[in-house]
């Protein structure tokens, strides 16, 4: 997949006081166990998953069975504050086009996506789906956040 960039400032509160107080060639190694207990806690499926940290850029190594689970854990952990840039680098064992990503912009719903996306904006409902477990409220999404648009 990928590259994926990321606005630092916004997102799921991840990382721990910890990691803030610790020296920094072991600030990597605490971000990337938090960020590791974060996709578990979200029940996010994978067969392996190494999460490295480059300064505020992780690196997704692994496996996983789907295209869409692989999209779900870069979301994932790119919807993290202070999460730059998310590189993926699993492999997917059965291939799928992936889906297109749609960052949200003030003032925008689902319904608005959804409209723009699959012209009918009583298919909100497709693209909450399709970023469950990340959202748990179709009226929970902030500007700064990625989206999975999913092709119907």
């Known amino acids: 997949m990928g590259l994926f960039s990321f606005i630092k400032t916004v997102g ?14 072991e600030t990597h190694q605490i ?18 998953l190494r999460i ?12 996983v069975a789907r ?6 854990i870069v979301l994932a952990m790119g919807n993290v504050e202070g999460v730059d840039t998310v590189d993926n680098q699993m492999t997917v064992s059965e291939l799928a086009p992936e889906s297109t990503f749609h960052t949200v912009l003030k003032g925008e719903t689902l319904s608005k996506i ?23 409220d179709v009226d929970k999404i902030y500007p700064g956040q990625m ?6």
Do not use: C, H
């Open 52 to 63: 490295t940290l480059r300064g505020d850029d992780v690196l997704l190594e692994g496996t």
């Open 12 to 25: 799921e509160k991840v990382f721990t006081t910890k990691a803030a107080a610790t020296p920094e060639a």
């Open 114 to 136: 959804s409209k723009m996306y699959y012209e009918d904006a009583t298919k909100y409902n497709s693209i909450f789906e399709a970023n469950k477990p990340m959202l748990k």
């Open 31 to 48: 971000k990337a166990d938090e960020l590791l207990q974060y996709a578990k806690n979200l029940g996010l499926n994978y067969d392996v």
């Open 67 to 72: 295209q869409s689970d692989a999209e779900k």
């Open 147 to 152: 989206l999975r648009i999913p092709t119907l």
